[in-house]
């Protein structure tokens, strides 16, 4: 990961900012941590539920900002039904 890359990845993740990380066993997302640090390898997380950091770098596509789980609600556009 090159200089650019990593002033990138910066100026869009900080450490405390809260993330999903993808699951390199069955490609998911998975809820619950949080950047601890940016490196010339990639980014630094840990998990929200113990504190504990993981011991492996993840790249920026690896990485991304929370999504809104779908709902009843956000499905239909936000119309009651019943």
């Known amino acids: ?5 990593s002033i990138r ?5 900080v450490p405390g900012d809260q993330v999903e990380v993808r ?3 069955d490609g998911r997302w998975a809820r619950g ?3 601890t640090g940016v490196t010339a390898r990639g980014l630094r997380v840990r998990r929200l539920s113990d504190g504990r950091e993981l011991p492996e770098e993840f790249s920026v596509g690896e990485v991304r900002r929370p999504r809104a789980r ?3 609600w956000r499905e239909l556009g936000g119309a009651r039904y019943r």
């Open 23 to 25: 699951n390199r066993f």
């Open 33 to 35: 941590f949080e950047i």
């Open 70 to 72: 779908a709902t009843p």
């Open 1 to 5: 990961m090159g200089v650019a890359t």
């Open 9 to 13: 990845i910066e100026a869009l993740l």
